[in-house]
């Protein structure tokens, strides 16, 4: 099915370790963010890519980084995971401007 | 930054009923889309409407950018419309930055 593959679904980290969360779309979108949401509030943006090779800072960049693999596939990387990074991560792609956002499913990650 | 906030933050409906969900943002945007995340967690575009009037089956959007607000119409509510609504704003055309609100929090009642 088309849309936006997420993995893994869930994920608990002890603190000051490291993970890479994957993400693909099957698309042909040019653009992919990466969004955070904790309890009772929207989500914030991490990073996004709006084209293949170019990556930009969102709202709450700092403990995080990105790579755009191709076209298909953006990760998102915690180097040394912090209690504070426990949240709901969702990956998404669009065409440019934004039209044709999809979500994928989340990864819940809990950092102990 | 921009702010965006949305009213009301809880509503509860019984099916049937009609309701009206209101998006203001404090400054000019280039893009602004509505969003629904399911009681499961799922995020899904409702309407991608920067400006003027979408409907799509039940629901219907207005985006008045002049004035600085937009509305999400829900008409005949059904049970399934359950979930959180969230309004997004992208500033600056290209910077692809969309700001959400946090959210209108609907329970439709069988």
């Known amino acids: 099915n088309a849309g936006v593959t997420q993995t893994p679904k869930f994920q608990v980290l002890k603190t000051g370790q490291s993970m890479t969360l994957q993400c693909a779309q099957d698309?042909?979108?040019?653009?992919m963010y990466w969004y955070r949401q904790d309890p009772g509030m929207g989500l914030r943006l991490i990073y996004y890519?709006?084209?293949?090779?170019?990556?930009d800072k969102g709202e709450v960049p700092n403990g995080y980084n990105v790579s755009r693999l191709n076209k298909r596939e953006f990760s998102l990387r915690l180097e040394s995971a912090a209690p504070s990074q426990t949240s709901v991560y969702f990956c998404?792609?669009?065409?440019?401007?934004?039209?044709?956002?999809?979500f994928g499913s989340g990864t819940r990650l809990t950092v102990v | 930054g921009i702010q965006v906030e949305q009213s009301p933050p809880d509503l509860i409906l019984q099916e049937g009923a009609n309701s009206t969900l209101r998006c203001n943002f404090s400054d000019s945007v280039n893009n602004l889309q509505w969003f629904h995340q399911n009681p499961w967690g799922q995020l899904i575009n409702l309407f991608y409407i920067p400006s003027g009037t979408k409907q799509n089956g039940r629901l219907s959007a207005t985006t008045v950018a002049t004035e600085r607000y937009s509305l999400l119409y829900i008409s005949s509510s059904q049970t399934t419309d359950s979930g959180v609504y969230f309004c997004?704003?992208?500033?600056?055309?290209?910077?692809?930055?969309?700001?959400f609100g946090t959210g209108t929090r609907l329970k439709v009642l069988a």
């Open positions: 890519s709006a084209s293949e090779g170019t990556t």
């Open positions: 698309m042909n979108h040019n653009s």
């Open positions: 998404a792609s669009s065409e440019m401007g934004g039209d044709g956002y999809t």
């Open positions: 997004a704003v992208e500033r600056n055309s290209g910077t692809y930055k969309y700001i």
